[in-house]
Each structure stands twice: as C-alpha cells, then as structure tokens.
C-alpha cells in the first residue's frame, strides 16, 4: 500500500528514508519511486513523496513519529564521501586542561 510522505525543508534523501521506511535498504527504491536521479537532493517546501508503506521495517516508529509530526533530519546538506588509510594510527597525545592559558585552548 502506497502512502505519502511530506519532509522538513531541506531533508536529504538519506533522512526521508529512514522516516519512511527505517531501513537504508530502500533507498534506492525511494529514488526510483520518487524520480530521484541526485542521493544529494534536498526537499524543498511542499514537496511530496510516495512510499511502499508494506516495506516499514519499524511500523511502531513510524506511528510515533505520524502522531507528533516528528522528522528525523542529520542536518548535513549532502552525503559525505570519508576516505580512510588502512594503516591509519591515531597518535594525537590526549592530556587534560591544566589551565585557562593551557596550550590545548584554542583562541582567537
């Protein structure tokens, strides 16, 4: 059964579904039910978007969040691509603050 979804403002993808289905697994569903060519699409004002509501993975969450209007949003305009080395070591030196003029504060 298909349902409707009206996100935030400025909603990524990665956002819309996680409130529609839970599950990342769908988001290329979403893309394609939704004309979605761009994973860094943000919604805008008014826009609406169609959901395979037999596909929620959490059908409890998704009731909490219909009853208080809330919308899960990460607050990143766009997905981020993180490259790491293999052999990446941390060796930062982590020592507490001895004072205000500590040279770990950062001022400006």
Do not use: W
Not at 7 to 13: C, K, Q, R
Not at 46 to 59: A, C, H, P, R, S
Request: glycine letters at 2%; charged letters at 25%.
């Amino acid at each position: 059964m298909n349902k409707y979804f009206l996100p935030a403002s400025n909603s990524t993808v990665f956002d819309m579904v996680i409130n529609t289905y839970g599950d990342l697994n769908y988001m290329i569903k979403f893309c394609l039910d939704n004309n979605i060519n761009d994973v860094n699409y943000l919604s805008k004002v008014g826009d609406k978007f169609i959901y395979d509501f037999n596909l929620v993975k959490d059908y409890e969450l998704l009731k909490q969040f219909t009853d208080t209007n809330v919308k899960i949003t990460t607050g990143q305009p766009q997905l981020r691509t993180i490259f790491v080395e293999d052999n990446y070591i941390n060796t930062e030196e982590l020592r507490p603050i001895t004072s205000e003029t500590d040279d770990n504060l950062i001022t400006e």
